[in-house]
């Protein structure tokens, strides 16, 4: 799943995770209120947080459209 869940406390090891309720692949956000970052500074990749480099230190270098079109697991 590529997007936004929004169920469930921004930790990797929640059972309201995406990978705890059986999806095999994540890349997004977990919670509904940094869903409404445009520039995150970082996306959730299954169970591990992941920096968006372009975006560190405030910068709006990757829009979190062009951030998840990426392939998961490159």
């Not at 309201?16 to 409404?36: K, M, Q, T, V, W």
């Not at 995150?40 to 709006?60: F, I, M």
């Amino acid at each position: 799943m590529i997007g936004k869940w929004g169920f469930g406390p921004e930790d990797g090891d929640q059972p309201s995770h995406p990978n705890s309720r059986g999806f095999e692949e994540f890349y997004g956000y977990i919670d509904h209120g940094h869903a409404h970052e445009y520039y995150p500074q970082y996306l959730w990749h299954n169970g591990a947080k992941e920096t968006v480099a372009a975006n560190a230190n405030g910068a709006k270098g990757a829009h979190a459209r062009s951030a998840s079109q990426r392939t998961p697991s490159s």
